[in-house]
């Protein structure tokens, strides 16, 4: 029995240490979109399946006999594909989705279902936080006249896709204190950001309420329909110790 363990978010982590304690055979898979991502306790690979068709040969190959997908909440067409293929070859397959933020009294957030809609209901001239990572920031585009600021992890590879936008390096987490600090030195007017869920996160929310600044929250994608579903890191260790 080797469970592939697609990895990725906090959680993750935690579900690899909790296999890796209770002597469980698996392999992590990282997508490598981050540089330098934090070391897991399991024997990982690094980088895309090659497609479909990779990612069949890789189960196969790698003799993996059941799949615990603990990707981010918007890692949606891998999480669609992974489903659809471990149907097909009768593998088992959960899906760690932890559950996603509410607001809480004092909160002023607006949802939108996609990033260009952020344009619609924030005003030019502006200070915009993005809060949604570097990998679809040509979705906000039309935010031109704008000052938009977008935090990323790893230094650009390449420019701001459109003008007014610049880069803020910095890994998380991040406390409170930190984010609040930080969006007052900026003088942001608006957050936008991806209804991820997760506590270690949810720092920047509670500055923006402390601050008064509203909050642009995109929903979330559609989940596969019929699959297995937990936002209890414990039952997916249990699932998988179960296999």
């Given at each position: 029995?080797?469970?592939?363990?697609?990895?990725?978010?906090?959680?993750?982590?935690?579900?690899?240490?909790?296999?890796?304690?209770?002597?469980?055979?698996?392999?992590?898979?990282?997508?490598?979109?981050?540089?330098?991502?934090?070391?897991?306790?399991?024997?990982?690979?690094?980088?895309?399946?090659?497609?479909?068709?990779?990612?069949?040969?890789?189960?196969?190959?790698?003799?993996?006999?059941?799949?615990?997908?603990?990707?981010?909440?918007?890692?949606?067409?891998?999480?669609?594909?992974?489903?659809?293929?471990?149907a097909?070859?009768?593998?088992?397959?959960?899906?760690?989705?932890?559950?996603?933020?509410?607001?809480?009294?004092?909160?002023?957030?607006?949802?939108i279902?996609?990033?260009?809609?952020?344009?619609?209901?924030?005003?030019?001239?502006?200070?915009?936080?993005?809060?949604?990572?570097?990998?679809?920031?040509?979705?906000?585009?039309?935010?031109?006249?704008?000052?938009v600021?977008?935090?990323?992890?790893?230094?650009?590879t390449?420019?701001?896709?459109?003008?007014?936008?610049?880069?803020?390096?910095?890994?998380?987490?991040?406390?409170?204190?930190?984010?609040?600090?930080?969006?007052?030195?900026?003088?942001?007017?608006?957050?936008?950001?991806?209804?991820?869920?997760?506590?270690?996160?949810?720092?920047?929310?509670?500055?923006?309420?402390?601050?008064?600044?509203?909050?642009?929250?995109?929903?979330?994608p559609?989940?596969?329909?019929?699959?297995?579903?937990?936002?209890?890191?414990?039952?997916?260790?249990?699932?998988?110790?179960?296999r």
């Amino acid at each position: 029995m080797t469970i592939l363990l697609l990895a990725g978010t906090a959680e993750a982590r935690v579900i690899a240490e909790g296999l890796q304690g209770s002597g469980i055979t698996a392999i992590a898979s990282l997508s490598g979109a981050t540089q330098r991502a934090r070391p897991l306790p399991l024997p990982t690979r690094i980088g895309g399946f090659g497609g479909r068709e990779g990612f069949v040969a890789y189960l196969n190959e790698a003799g993996i006999t059941a799949v615990l997908d603990a990707t981010h909440p918007f890692a949606d067409r891998i999480t669609a594909r992974t489903a659809q293929v471990c149907a097909e070859m009768g593998l088992p397959y959960l899906y760690h989705l932890r559950a996603p933020w509410l607001p809480d009294p004092g909160d002023d957030w607006r949802e939108i279902a996609r990033e260009e809609d952020a344009a619609a209901l924030i005003p030019s001239g502006k200070t915009v936080f993005l809060g949604t990572g570097r990998q679809t920031l040509d979705r906000f585009v039309n935010l031109e006249g704008r000052r938009v600021i977008c935090r990323q992890i790893d230094p650009p590879t390449a420019p701001f896709p459109f003008e007014g936008g610049e880069f803020l390096i910095g890994r998380p987490p991040f406390s409170v204190a930190h984010e609040r600090d930080l969006f007052a030195a900026l003088r942001i007017d608006w957050i936008v950001v991806k209804n991820a869920g997760g506590a270690a996160s949810r720092t920047k929310l509670t500055a923006a309420q402390e601050l008064g600044i509203p909050v642009l929250m995109i929903r979330r994608p559609a989940t596969p329909a019929g699959v297995a579903i937990t936002d209890s890191v414990q039952s997916a260790v249990d699932w998988a110790r179960a296999r």
